[in-house]
């Protein structure tokens, strides 16, 4: 059987909260770790039949680009549902609803 690892390397000030953010995959053992400034992981526990999550972010994101990112999560787990479960009517849902934050993001931001 193959294994594959991912390995994020965190930063933490003095109050633990992240300052880099840093990951790689295994995939190509030559990588160099790349910089990112959030990350978001879910995990569904079987046994428990819920979702266990991390999310962390660095304390120089951008507050807009923190807004984007989790369009763009919702966008990509509106295909990954589609894809893994066939499910047009939640996959459409969820990017309607991701059409409606760009344009509420949008708003917010050409009113500044």
């Known amino acids: 059987m193959k294994k594959e690892e991912i390995l994020f390397n965190i930063e933490l000030d ?3 909260i992240p300052e880099k953010i840093n990951w790689k995959s295994a995939v190509d053992e030559n990588a160099e770790l790349s910089e ?7 995990l569904w526990d079987h046994d428990q039949k819920n979702t266990m999550r ?4 660095t304390k120089d994101m951008p507050i807009e680009e923190m807004k984007k990112f ?3 999560s919702i966008g990509g787990l509106a295909q990954s549902l589609l ?3 066939g ?3 939640m996959a459409d849902e969820m990017n309607a ?3 409606k934050l760009v344009a ?3 708003k917010d931001l050409d009113s500044r």
């Open 83 to 85: 894809t893994a479960t």
């Open 70 to 72: 989790y369009i763009d």
């Open 87 to 89: 499910d047009e009517f």
């Open 97 to 99: 609803l991701c059409d």
């Open 36 to 42: 990112t400034k959030s990350i978001s992981i879910s």
């Open 104 to 106: 509420y993001l949008k």
């Open 54 to 57: 991390i999310d962390l972010w």
């Open 14 to 16: 003095d109050e633990n």
